[in-house]
């Protein structure tokens, strides 16, 4: 139990580029003083938001999770678009279970980016802001089903990271 009540400590948002700016057109949007993502795809260009689930009236992110890792049962999430947001909706599975994360279009594993320190072996997978990767606009997700760690960047920089605080 140790081992999953680190899931649940304090979570804070760092914002490394204060000066980013949030336009009508812009690939991180502001609304209600909050960031959140209009749009996200995967490495192949496949837009994942769907309007038949939102959050606070914003079309949800649709990625797929293996349970346990590639092979495992599949089971569909949907994310909420606002960063720093935890809400989502789907099976509730015990914290620290991994999933291997797919494309619910193409079903291709979604790239390795960096790894995360909620435990070893995990890594951050990467969605993109554009259908095209090369933008360099990426979220990158936890692998590990309740952790909190993600982070946002665009044009290749960092924009915003959520941090689990140890
Ligand atoms: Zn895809
Ligand atoms: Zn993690």
């Known amino acids: 139990?140790?081992?999953?009540?680190?899931?649940?400590?304090?979570?804070?948002?760092?914002?490394?580029l204060e000066d980013y700016r949030f336009t009508d057109s812009s690939r991180i949007r502001r609304k209600d003083g909050k960031a959140y993502l209009p749009a996200v795809y995967c490495h192949n260009g496949h837009n994942l938001m769907v309007r038949a689930v939102t959050f606070d009236g914003l079309p949800a992110i649709h990625?797929?999770?293996?349970?346990?890792?590639?092979?495992?049962?599949?089971e569909?999430?949907?994310?909420?678009?606002?960063?720093?947001?935890?809400?989502?909706?789907?099976?509730?599975?015990?914290?620290?279970?991994?999933?291997?994360?797919?494309?619910?279009?193409?079903?291709?594993?979604?790239?390795?980016?960096?790894?995360?320190?909620?435990?070893?072996?995990?890594?951050?997978r990467a969605l993109y802001l554009t259908p095209r990767p090369d933008d360099l606009g990426t979220v990158g997700l936890c692998e590990i089903f309740g952790c909190p760690q993600s982070f946002v960047s665009d044009d290749g920089e960092l924009v915003f990271e959520v941090v689990a605080e140890k």
């Open 63 to 74: 990625v797929r999770g293996l349970v346990g890792g590639e092979g495992g049962p599949a």
């Open 76 to 124: 569909d999430f949907y994310l909420s678009p606002i960063i720093n947001d935890a809400r989502k909706e789907g099976p509730d599975l015990p914290p620290g279970t991994r999933l291997q994360l797919v494309c619910p279009i193409c079903e291709e594993p979604l790239r390795t980016l960096v790894p995360c320190t909620c435990r070893v072996g995990a890594y951050r």
């Open 1 to 16: 139990m140790a081992e999953e009540e680190k899931f649940v400590r304090r979570v804070r948002l760092e914002k490394y």
